[in-house]
């Protein structure tokens, strides 16, 4: 990851590190806030490459150094990084005194020194407060990383000393980039980040045999009620509603069921790239010739009324029996 592919991601927090690099302004401390998956530990570490590398160019680093790979496979000597130890449930007091402890002396090889706390929420109530304490006294050339996902849950007393950065959620499109870059199929890929912009909501879609059924069952369903076959009910008897238990499972189906009455919209309006169910085309297209815009538009205004009784604990099946007499009446 490089800060100009930063700038595009997480715009605020690119541009208030490359212009503080740039002016060799760097803050003492920093708290790196925002949902999982949003780069906040990327860019961390792309900041660590950034200070360490030994053929930067303007604030880039090369990726390829002793000292930017030292960074990436954590080895850097001016560098500690902390985390909850694995079968801990909070981060100790004696990692933190551990990381005073290399404070103290003067840095390795460089001038500069660096420490990163992953997860600072869990640092235990001791662990804060020696942080706290070693925060206040002013330190030459270090920079410290907090990083967290629940910032609230840090003492304002340390958030009062860093500068906070807030990582927003990625946009539908950066997140479908990122499950793509994880080995996500791409049309899982596209309905998962429909549903969610949280990364670790949409990877546990996709990795979820459930979901991936859940779909299936829903394009299945949509087939029967498009085909005029007013088979429409038999199917969801048979087959769509044993897959669904409770309302959060049926409110995914609801969903699913109105991605593909959205993605005939677009395609009628001719904005291909936003349609979701993108390995479907060629059968969407061809439903959606048998449909008129204001047709479409009547059976999303269902579903959507369906998802608003799932909401009032109607029962699940009764809002699906309903919506699927409804949308065959259409077809
Ligand atoms: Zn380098």
């Not at 699906?320 to 259409?330: A, F, H, R, T």
């Amino acid at each position: 990851m490089s800060w100009k592919a930063f700038i595009e991601k997480q715009k605020t927090a690119a541009t208030i590190f490359t212009h503080a690099l740039r002016k060799n302004e760097l803050s003492h401390a920093y708290i790196l806030e925002g949902p999982k998956g949003t780069g906040k530990r990327e860019m961390a570490q792309l900041l660590a490459q950034t200070l360490f590398c030994e053929n930067r160019k303007g604030t880039e680093p090369c990726h390829e150094c002793r000292n930017c790979r030292r960074v990436l496979s954590g080895n850097h000597p001016d560098i500690v990084w902390v985390k909850k130890e694995e079968d801990a449930t909070l981060i100790k007091k004696e990692q933190i005194t551990y990381l005073i402890k290399e404070f103290a002396y003067r840095s390795v090889e460089s001038q500069m020194k660096l420490f990163i706390i992953e997860d600072a929420d869990l640092m235990s109530s001791q662990a804060a407060n020696s942080l706290l304490k070693f925060i206040e006294e002013p330190h030459q050339n270090t920079v410290a990383l907090l990083l967290t996902e629940h910032i609230h849950q840090l003492l304002d007393t340390i958030i009062s000393r860093c500068q906070v950065l807030t990582f927003s959620a990625l946009s539908r499109k950066n997140l479908e980039e990122k499950l793509i870059e994880q080995g996500i199929s791409k049309p899982l890929a596209t309905l998962s980040s429909s549903l969610t912009n949280r990364y670790d909501e949409a990877i546990s879609y996709c990795k979820d045999e459930w979901f991936a059924n859940a779909r299936l069952l829903v394009i299945q369903l949509v087939q029967k009620l498009l085909n005029s076959t007013q088979a429409g009910l038999s199917t969801m008897y048979e087959h769509v509603a044993p897959h669904f238990k409770d309302q959060k499972q049926w409110d995914i189906a609801l969903d699913l069921l109105l991605f593909w009455y959205r993605d005939m919209m677009s395609i009628h309006l001719d904005r291909l790239g936003e349609v979701v169910y993108c390995d479907k085309l060629d059968e969407l297209k061809s439903q959606t010739l048998q449909k008129s815009l204001q047709h479409i538009a009547d059976d999303m205004a269902y579903i959507l009324k369906a998802k608003r009784q799932l909401l009032l604990h109607v029962n699940g099946l009764s809002v699906m029996e309903e919506l699927i007499v409804k949308l065959q009446g259409e077809a």
